[in-house]
């Protein structure tokens, strides 16, 4: 049997799917929308088990973000995979009232239906003693009272799940048909609906119900012109019936004792966390703490990964005889996957934070304190989170602007994101700092190298700014930007669920953007392994010849020999073609090679510049590639490659440009067009390009 | 008198809306005729405000606060 858990945002509803499901748990997508599923299996006390399916929080059957459209799409839509023969409505005792407004909506839906009442214990401590039998007969529905955190009586939860009826026995909460009376009797007749609240809510959604077809949609809208239906005040109307309905019976079955209220811990806590001054102050205390952790801890287990896959290679290369195959497994594929997964130690650490500050209720007061700030650019209090993360990467960060009701918002947000320099620029930075930036202090303890670098970051957010103002300007609307936001009381932040957070994340980074990463360095390799016909064999033959060989060492003469099999290569040949587009910002079509695969990810550029200019590719090297890249002259003018203007004209190019697939194939699945990575690739080049070539004129 | 109006520390009682979208999605969200409503504090730059109402608490602008319009008391 399939049992769906429903219930309003922070009542505990997650923790008691975790309690229900255990490990069992698979997170996938609902299809053709990137609302996570997440569903788990429960073994009941009769030996059957139960497909529970985790929804997502809403405080209503009328969406209000992405998220929540899914809720009714699911309920309402019988053939749908997941529509549930049993719902599990998740209920705070300690808001009984606007809860039981979401549970009357799902009630009358003519689904079995339990109510999970969580959170007793706190209720009781406020003061109000809800007569759960009483409550129970009213609504002709099981309660179970529970505690999730403590998985108190989820036993008897389990036993109600197998024991109830199959068929719906609660009682009708609010006469649904006066809403729309001929409406309502059309639609249901026309589309064979048992329920009029159904029928009422697709004469609601139906522009966005996706398993209707397009002639069922423009019959609905047909009939709401026929009957002049007006959603938004019968919304109204059902809203404050449902709102009358609810007090008649809570009238009868809660007692609230009128003590005055004593300040709450949450409200003590609030008035240090969003002071004025000091909620500022520790904000940005707390941002320094993530990303000390984010690079101090990763360092580690990044270069365990890295190393790992070092000796993989070379494994590889020992055990299996040497051929076009093996040279795919080891620099294609190998390379490839180690590129994804170097990155999951970041990945899990970022999450791991941003677990433990939404669960504590943190992350809304962040929300709360910001809002002002960020709306004056065109984004939102919630666009702040994503923003800090993309620091350590875009990715992640892009999956998290779902919780953005607002359309134009939430696109922004999605826009200006990967402006925001993550940490895959960060060797490209290390590498042309080093080269270019004396390692000197200036009034004794500022690092010269080190303000550099902050510059780099400073940048990225001011572009990241600019760019959210212009698309303010540009986007339009499609619906009034609102911010209700139900500021939850703080807690302790439940461990298992960080863990939980953490390993998902890591596993959907790795299956989505592994799969791009690990196609495109296939293709990369194919790239630089393969040329035009003839050019390869001349540079094979001239190293065959005695008189080459002769004049270097065996280990010089491969160097010098894969140098030049790069040069006439596809990449070598793509290099020279673009050449002449970018010289004018400093670069030769060395660089022009080392732009292109990093086009796939960022990080590639050290490995490129360790190919091109023949140095062992080699973590241990990396300073003989700054001075492999140091000794680099243009053969023309004898003048170095990397100069101040180039070099800063190139880590200008990183900052802005859009070299990730990860984050085009990201942005694609969360936009679900094509049209939106797309702009995105085109203005971040654009604006890469131009202000590289503003820099190197000004510098050189 | 407007919710948006009140000084953190004050309260009052919601009488109407002026905005019947935004009236739903602030019912929805526990803003009820009659309820009791308590400006608990402005956020750092002056907007949103937080508010208890039903029992929690609920964060909106200024903007939104001003479409609840509040009994004379």
């Known amino acids: 049997m399939k049992v769906a858990l429903v219930g309003n945002p922070n009542t505990g509803k997650s923790t008691l799917f975790n309690v229900l499901t255990g490990l069992n748990q698979k997170v996938g997508n609902f299809p053709g929308i990137t609302v996570d599923k997440k569903t788990g299996t429960c073994k009941l006390p009769d030996k059957r088990n139960a497909l529970i399916i985790d929804l997502p929080g809403t405080y209503s059957l009328y969406p209000k973000s992405k998220d929540e459209s899914i809720v009714f799409e699911v309920l309402a839509d019988v053939k749908n995979p997941v529509h549930p023969d049993l719902i599990i409505v998740v209920v705070d005792a300690t808001n009984l009232k606007r809860n039981l407004l979401l549970y009357t909506q799902v009630a009358d839906l003519k689904i079995p239906v339990i109510i999970a009442l969580n959170m007793m214990d706190l209720a009781n401590k406020s003061g109000s003693v809800i007569d759960v039998d009483a409550l129970s007969d009213k609504l002709g529905v099981q309660i179970v009272p529970v505690t999730a955190r403590q998985g108190i009586n989820v036993d008897k939860l389990k036993e109600a799940i197998a024991f109830n009826p199959a068929i719906a026995l609660q009682k009708d909460t609010i006469e649904v048909s006066l809403l729309a009376p001929e409406l309502i009797h059309k639609i249901g007749e026309e589309l064979l609906l048992d329920s009029p609240y159904v029928a009422l809510q697709m004469a609601h ?45 809570l009238a009868d079955t809660v007692t609230t004792s009128s003590e005055p209220k004593k300040e709450t811990p949450s409200n003590r806590i609030d008035k240090v966390l969003t002071h004025r ?83 504590t209720g943190y992350m809304s007061r962040v929300t709360f304190m910001m809002d002002k700030v960020m709306r004056k650019v065109g984004l939102n209090g919630k666009s702040v989170v994503p923003m800090i993360g993309s620091l350590a990467c875009a990715v992640p960060s892009i999956m998290s602007t779902r919780n953005i009701e607002s359309w134009k918002d939430r696109m922004i947000t999605i826009m200006i994101v990967p402006l925001i320099s993550c940490s895959a620029r960060l060797p490209v930075y290390a590498v042309l700092i080093a080269l270019v930036v004396p390692d000197t202090k200036i009034f004794g303890f500022l690092n010269l190298q080190g303000l550099a670098l902050m510059g780099m970051y400073f940048i990225s957010f001011i572009a990241a700014i ?147 200019y023949s140095v062992s590719n080699d973590e241990a090297h990396i300073s003989s590639v700054t001075d492999k890249m140091r000794d680099a002259r243009n053969p023309d003018t004898g003048l170095p490659v990397f100069t101040l203007a180039s070099s800063f004209s190139l880590m200008i190019f990183y ?17 679900k067009s094509w049209r939106w990575p797309l702009i995105q690739f085109v203005y971040m080049t654009a604006l890469a390009y131009f202000a590289s070539l503003i820099v190197f004129n000004l510098l050189k | 008198m407007k919710l948006s109006q009140l000084r953190p520390g004050q309260s009052g009682i919601i009488k109407e809306f002026t905005d019947l979208e935004m009236s739903v999605k602030l019912m929805e969200m526990g803003c009820l005729p009659g309820e009791l409503i308590l400006v608990d504090r402005y956020a750092p730059l002056g907007d949103p405000i937080a508010i208890t109402v039903s029992g929690y608490q609920l964060s909106l602008r200024m903007q939104e606060a001003s479409t609840i319009v509040l009994q004379h008391l």
């Open chain 1, 655 to 671: 900052a802005f440009a859009m070299q990730c697939i990860s984050t085009i194939a990201v942005v694609y699945r969360e936009t």
């Open chain 1, 205 to 249: 959604q139906h522009e966005n119900l996706r398993f209707l077809t397009h002639d069922e949609s423009s019959r609905i809208e047909e009939l709401e012109q026929e009957f002049s239906f007006h959603s938004q005040s019968s919304k109204a109307e059902e809203t404050i019936a449902r709102y009358n309905y609810i007090n008649i019976i």
């Open chain 1, 466 to 612: 600019v760019v959210a103002l212009v698309f303010k300007l540009v986007l339009k609307a499609k619906e009034k930007g609102y911010f209700i936001m139900e500021l939850p009381v703080y807690r302790m932040p439940r461990w298992d669920n960080v863990l939980l957070t953490m390993y998902e994340k890591v596993k959907t980074f790795v299956l989505e953007a592994g799969k791009v990463i690990v196609a495109v360095s296939i293709v990369l390799w194919g790239l630089s392994n393969y040329g035009p016909p003839g050019k390869r064999a001349q540079v094979e033959s001239k190293y065959q010849s005695a008189e080459v060989a002769n004049t270097y060492t065996p280990e010089e003469l491969n160097l010098h020999r894969s140098s030049e099999l790069l040069e006439s290569s596809y990449a070598g040949v793509i290099g020279k073609f673009i050449e002449p587009a970018i010289v004018p910002l400093g670069y030769d079509w060395k660089i022009g090679i080392a732009l292109i695969t990093s086009f796939a990810a960022r990080e590639v550029f050290v490995g490129t510049m360790a190919t091109i």
């Open chain 1, 277 to 359: 001054i000091w909620g500022f102050v520790i904000f940005f205390f707390i941002l320094f703490i993530i990303f000390q952790s984010i690079f101090a801890w990763s360092a580690y287990p990044m270069s365990l990964i890295e190393n790992a896959f070092m000796w993989l290679t070379g494994l590889v290369h020992t055990h299996l005889p040497t051929g076009v195959l093996t040279d795919l497994l080891s620099d294609g594929i190998i390379a490839g996957l180690s590129g994804v997964l170097v990155f999951i130690p970041q990945i899990a650490i970022l999450f791991a934070f941003i677990s433990i500050l939404e669960d």
